[in-house]
């Protein structure tokens, strides 16, 4: 049996990850990312590593369990990733590894607290761009658009949501199930009729797994050629996402995207339908985040910021 350096075994560290962050989604409140950082932070918790070299492994070994799971690997790297940086920033002074351990556990907690706010902060930022009487079109299913969405409905907007249902899963209807419980009007298209609907529409609205380097944002299959037609026809084309989907990583076009991630609901690979594809940031108007309301070219100077 294959130990780690803290003498668990790399399996049950590995298997303890995967059932927690599944315990992790079954509240509908929790992303993936926000349930792989609550995972970390309770593998931290339960951690029998006696150094921090050793708790770093866990950490890595767990993250490599989870980007593993047929979930959006980017959210669950980009989020595992910044989750370390924020814990480890400052130099930890303490030769005793309880207390530094009890520094870590602090840390994360106080990172977890501003996770919890950053859906409320975006939806704030992004009311103003809504107006009464708004028509928005959106993809799929996200937290955060429904965040959005909910605060505009809040203090009385009149909004019309329209959603393309999002092939092969019809994820769009989860949303339309969550905005008529709210009394917001939507309804839901098909995928090939985005671009009739589309001079109907007063703005486009997504959520994103990934927000890149390049100020671009990795999403639901389909995302890109919402964008591509709000641009051809003049429409604002917004996308909200909080700052632990900032990712390190620079595509080119979608052929750059992994296929780990872009067949992730695959059982043949790249034969099969694509789980998600690329926007350029030169589709995208703005993107709303918990750092504030960005350009895509000021993404890469929050990156630096976030990881370095």
Known sequence: MEVSNSGTS???????????????????????????????????????????????????????ALTGMKQSVVSISSGCDLFVRFITLTSLDQTDFNECKKLLLKRGDLYLQNVSKSRLKIAKLGNPFITDGTTILTHSVSKVVFQLLKAAGDVKKRIMVFIAESGKDKSGWALHQKLQQLGVPSKVILDCAVGFIMEKIDLVVVGAEGVVESGGIINKVGTYQLAVLAKAMNKPFYA??????????????????????????????????????YTPPQY?????????????SAVSDELIKLYY
């Open 10 to 64: 790399i399996t049950k560290i590995e298997e303890t990850a995967v059932e927690q962050f599944k315990l992790c989604l079954t509240d509908e409140e929790n992303s993936v990312a926000v349930a792989a950082i609550k995972t970390l932070l309770h593998l931290i918790k339960c951690s029998k590593a006696g150094t921090v070299a050793e708790l770093r492994d866990e950490i890595g070994l767990a993250k490599k």
């Open 240 to 277: 909200v996402a909080e700052s632990f989907k900032f990712v390190r990583v620079y595509p080119l076009n979608q052929e750059d995207l992994p296929n780990d991630e872009k067949y992730k609901d695959s059982t043949s690979g790249p034969d099969d339908h694509p789980a998600i594809d």
């Open 284 to 296: 995208i108007t703005l993107l709303f985040t918990d750092l504030g309301v960005l350009t895509p």
